[in-house]
């Protein structure tokens, strides 16, 4: 750990991306690659197989941790899943926000920099770019992407500067306190998707809502009203292209995060040139060995999938942000990702 960490103790953000990274890594084939995500059934029907191993293990780690969700950790397991799916399904793996590595959003054009330059030049600005938080105005900790009306900061983002955003997601988390906090946060996304939707008419537009689901035994009329909901923002011609639920299920034992229900950290941000990113902490180096015994006691987490709504399930959603990005684009574009889909 560098002497830094030792000397300010790290946020529970900063402690949960080597976890994150960790567990991602470890999802990748033999060989270091992304699996395809995309399977031929013997009726000749397509569908989208998402890893939900890994998604069970990114949901334990702020449980580990005991991340409040005002420290937008519950809900960064969620991001990282999402732009892993993304990445399997054959988009750039720079393009897909929140990267792999840090710096979590970095331009493009930066990166073709990376790519350009000498080895010397371009080990010294991979330095700059990695060893210290975020480079005001290049990188940062999240992206506020300016809807109809207002900016507004989006979890998951496909963007490039020649083709404006093609991918948006936006998550929420709820593990307790479902009928108190249920309706701020469907009021919430309503707002968010025809703020994004009306500006950026042929991005797709998604939302992904994980839900403990204790939800049926404390609050069920809640979780009905709230897939009711779920399914029509996904349906309106000026919403969601696509919506889903995570049915999250863990032992009583296990504490949920604190505060859970109320909003994360993200938020509307003020429309405007002056709209800055948030920073991005110095990444914290662990080893190997001081990964294993955190990522050992993992609470256990299981999706919910027999209670899942077919129409809410992940693998659908998945598949309709994929689609709407390929539908939507050049066939010179993304040629990776209609390959892996053609392949399957």
């Known amino acids: 750990m560098s002497d830094e960490a030792k000397v300010r103790p790290a946020s529970a953000k900063a402690l949960a991306w080597p976890m994150f990274d960790r567990i991602v890594a470890e999802g990748l084939d033999g060989t270091g690659e992304?699996?395809?995500?995309?399977?031929?059934?013997?009726?000749?029907?397509?569908?989208?197989?998402?890893?939900?191993?890994?998604?069970?293990?990114l949901l334990g780690v702020p449980l580990y941790l005991q991340a409040a969700t005002t420290t937008g950790v519950p809900a960064l397991a969620l991001d990282v899943w999402l732009a892993y799916e993304l990445r399997r399904a054959g988009f750039s793996p720079d393009s897909v926000w929140p990267r792999a590595t840090h710096p979590r959003i970095l331009p493009g054009p930066i990166v073709a920099l990376l790519d350009a330059l000498p080895?010397?030049?371009?080990?010294?600005?991979r330095e700059r770019l990695t060893?210290?938080?975020?480079?005001?105005?290049?990188?940062?900790?999240?992206?506020?992407?300016?809807?109809?009306?207002?900016?507004?900061?989006?979890?998951?983002?496909?963007?490039?500067?020649s083709t404006g955003p093609e991918l948006m997601?936006?998550?929420?988390?709820?593990?307790?306190?479902?009928g108190k906090n249920a309706p701020n946060r469907v009021e919430e996304s309503y707002g968010d998707a025809k703020n994004l939707r009306l500006r950026h008419p042929l991005a797709a537009l998604g939302f992904a809502f994980g839900l403990r689901n204790d939800v049926f035994e404390k609050e069920k009329d809640v979780a009905e009203w709230l897939f009711d909901l779920l399914g029509?923002?996904?349906?309106?011609?000026?919403?969601?292209?696509g919506t889903c639920v995570i049915l999250m299920e863990y032992g009583a034992d296990v504490?949920?995060?604190?505060?859970?229900?109320?909003?994360?950290?993200?938020?509307?941000?003020?429309?405007?040139?002056?709209?800055e990113p948030g920073d991005e902490e110095a990444p914290i180096d662990l080893s190997d060995v001081e990964l294993d015994l955190p990522l050992g006691m993992l609470p256990r987490v299981r999706v919910d999938?027999?209670?899942?709504?077919?129409?809410?399930?992940?693998?659908?959603?998945?598949?309709?942000?994929?689609?709407?990005?390929?539908?939507?684009?050049?066939?010179?574009?993304?040629?990776?990702?209609?390959?892996?889909?053609?392949?399957a």
């Open 232 to 241: 029509k923002l996904g349906r309106e011609d000026d919403a969601y292209h």
């Open 169 to 178: 997601i936006s998550t929420k988390r709820m593990d307790s306190s479902y």
């Open 34 to 57: 992304y699996t395809n995500p995309w399977v031929r059934e013997e009726s000749g029907a397509l569908r989208y197989a998402p890893d939900y191993g890994t998604l069970e293990r």
């Open 305 to 343: 999938h027999a209670r899942t709504p077919p129409e809410l399930s992940p693998a659908v959603f998945l598949a309709t942000m994929v689609n709407q990005v390929l539908d939507t684009t050049p066939v010179a574009m993304h040629r990776e990702a209609r390959a892996r889909r053609r392949a």
């Open 255 to 275: 504490p949920p995060p604190a505060d859970a229900g109320v909003a994360d950290e993200d938020g509307i941000v003020p429309a405007g040139p002056d709209v």
């Open 119 to 125: 080895r010397a030049q371009a080990h010294a600005l």
């Open 131 to 161: 060893k210290n938080g975020n480079v005001r105005g290049v990188t940062a900790a999240s992206a506020n992407i300016l809807g109809k009306n207002y900016s507004k900061q989006v979890d998951v983002i496909m963007a490039d500067w």
